[in-house]
């Protein structure tokens, strides 16, 4: 119907029609994994080309680095290393791109690049929340063996606030010259009794075992993880998409008018912003249903019951890790009081190594992409880090 050749395709309820499949095309894609695409990076005028190599590789999940070629090159470099926890809660670590990029500016980036898990053998064994631990120590580790004494920091967005809240209070214990010197979490669901939210409320409601009966699939045969149990990533995504239903039609009406005006430059940013967020990757089902217990349903991490292999995680033993507690105003995914609950239940730390900070108007995807991040999230990030390097 848009064909050039086709002498209608201007007209009336030609365009209009063409316009419509085009945005209903669009709604029901299948996305593969997006690429992360940061080949250059403006620091203070300067632009710098951008070096992306995977450098841990895990069945599960990659460790990958993002450095700065001509400035991150030497042994000597002193730009501290920031570990970047990206959500394994059905997207990709691609989400993170506008994070990534930001912090680069200051920091040498690494992230943790999650793996869908259809894609991985079942002989590759199980991932829950004990691996992700075991990953998150594995990973700092590695960077602090770059430049040993420089103890690297970490920044986790959402979901993994408790995991790398549990691994930063078990390398206090332990005595790791790893443990981070900051950790830094955005959004997290730490306590989510504060403020509870829709998701809080559908994770309550239910027993684990209708979760375990009513959201759990099998990897068909056509995948490489053939057999493995998995919570599925488009099941995720249409409860986030649910939560603002009415939001998300309205992006796409506005996109129809936006190619029917043949303003495409409108248009193409909500196509790009719906390609990442539509490309949705499986998770393990016993990562999965072991999150909804032991965040949601039991709340082990601020009842002081959380346990790695066995072991009670203590978070009074954090004493030498910065906490830095980020929410966003108009959080409707983890509510105000949930990620700062953290703050609180670090007992054993001084009150001068902690800070909170709200982000005005931000809801959840504000605080660690767009103007609100670049401008007043990020900097507040960079100052705490600076602050206790």
């Given at each position: 119907?848009?064909?050039?050749?086709?002498?209608?395709?201007?007209?009336?309820?030609?365009?209009?029609?063409?316009?419509?499949?085009?945005?209903?095309?669009?709604?029901?894609?299948?996305?593969?994994?997006?690429?992360?695409?940061?080949?250059?990076?403006?620091?203070?005028?300067?632009?710098?080309?951008?070096?992306?190599?995977?450098?841990?590789?895990?069945?599960?999940?990659?460790?990958?680095?993002?450095?700065?070629d001509?400035?991150?090159?030497?042994?000597?470099?002193?730009?501290?290393?920031?570990?970047?926890?990206?959500?394994?809660?059905?997207?990709?670590?691609?989400?993170?791109?506008?994070?990534?990029?930001?912090m680069?500016?200051?920091?040498?980036?690494?992230?943790?690049?999650?793996?869908?898990?259809?894609?991985?053998?079942?002989?590759?064994?199980?991932?829950?929340?004990?691996?992700?631990?075991?990953?998150?120590?594995?990973?700092?580790?590695?960077?602090?063996?770059?430049?040993?004494?420089?103890?690297?920091?970490?920044?986790?967005?959402?979901?993994?606030?408790?995991?790398?809240?549990?691994?930063?209070?078990?390398?206090?214990?332990?005595?790791?010259?790893?443990?981070?010197?900051?950790?830094?979490?955005?959004?997290?669901?730490?306590?989510?009794?504060?403020?509870?939210?829709?998701?809080?409320?559908?994770?309550?409601?239910?027993?684990?075992?209708?979760?375990?009966?009513?959201?759990?699939?099998?990897?068909?045969?056509?995948?490489?993880?053939?057999?493995?149990?998995?919570?599925?990533?488009?099941?995720?995504?249409?409860?986030?998409?649910?939560?603002?239903?009415?939001?998300?039609?309205?992006?796409?009406?506005e996109?129809?008018?936006?190619?029917?005006?043949?303003d495409?430059?409108?248009?193409?940013?909500?196509?790009?912003?719906?390609d990442?967020?539509?490309?949705?990757?499986?998770?393990?089902?016993?990562?999965?249903?072991?999150?909804?217990?032991?965040?949601?349903?039991?709340?082990?991490?601020?009842n002081?019951?959380?346990?790695?292999?066995?072991?009670?995680?203590?978070?009074?033993?954090?004493?030498?890790?910065?906490?830095?507690?980020?929410?966003?105003?108009r959080?409707?995914?983890?509510?105000?009081?949930?990620?700062?609950?953290?703050?609180?239940?670090?007992?054993?730390?001084?009150?001068?190594?902690?800070?909170?900070?709200?982000?005005?108007?931000?809801?959840?995807?504000?605080?660690?992409?767009?103007?609100?991040?670049?401008?007043?999230?990020?900097p507040?990030?960079?100052?705490?880090?600076?602050?206790?390097?």
């Open positions: 119907m848009a064909n050039p050749a086709n002498p209608f395709a201007k007209m009336g309820m030609m365009s209009m029609t063409a316009n419509a499949l085009d945005v209903f095309a669009h709604a029901t894609a299948d996305y593969g994994k997006p690429a992360f695409g940061i080949t250059e990076v403006d620091v203070d005028g300067t632009v710098w080309p951008v070096i992306e190599a995977t450098v841990v590789n895990r069945p599960f999940g990659d460790l990958k680095r993002f450095r700065l001509g400035v991150d090159n030497a042994e000597e470099s002193t730009r501290p290393k920031m570990l970047i926890v990206a959500p394994m809660s059905g997207h990709y670590a691609t989400l993170l791109r506008g994070t990534v990029e930001r680069l500016q200051k920091f040498e980036v690494y992230i943790t690049d999650w793996a869908d898990a259809k894609t991985v053998p079942l002989h590759e064994g199980h991932f829950d929340l004990d691996t992700y631990i075991d990953y998150l120590t594995e990973f700092l580790e590695y960077i602090e063996a770059v430049k040993p004494g420089q103890r690297p920091h970490m920044l986790a967005v959402c979901q993994p606030s408790v995991p790398a809240f549990a691994t930063t209070a078990l390398m206090n214990q332990h005595k790791s010259p790893a443990a981070p010197a900051t950790l830094t979490m955005m959004g997290g669901p730490i306590d989510t009794r504060e403020s509870p939210t829709s998701v809080n409320d559908h994770a309550m409601k239910r027993p684990i075992e209708w979760f375990r009966n009513s959201v759990i699939a099998t990897v068909p045969m056509k995948y490489r993880g053939a057999g493995r149990k998995v919570y599925p990533g488009f099941m995720q995504l249409s409860a986030f998409m649910s939560m603002n239903l009415q939001s998300h039609m309205m992006s796409h009406y996109m129809f008018k936006h190619l029917t005006a043949g495409d430059d409108s248009a193409n940013a909500t196509k790009d912003f719906y990442e967020y539509r490309a949705v990757c499986d998770m393990t089902a016993e990562f999965y249903l072991q999150t909804v217990e032991e965040v949601f349903q039991k709340h082990s991490i601020p002081g019951t959380f346990e790695h292999k066995g072991e009670v995680v203590d978070l009074t033993q954090i004493t030498d890790t910065a906490l830095l507690a980020i929410e966003g105003e959080d409707d995914i983890s509510g105000i009081g949930q990620t700062k609950a953290a703050l609180k239940l670090a007992t054993g730390l001084s009150e001068k190594k902690k800070r909170y900070y709200m982000a005005e108007g931000a809801g959840h995807y504000g605080i660690f992409n767009g103007s609100r991040w670049r401008t007043k999230v990020a507040v990030v960079e100052e705490f880090v600076a602050a206790h390097s």
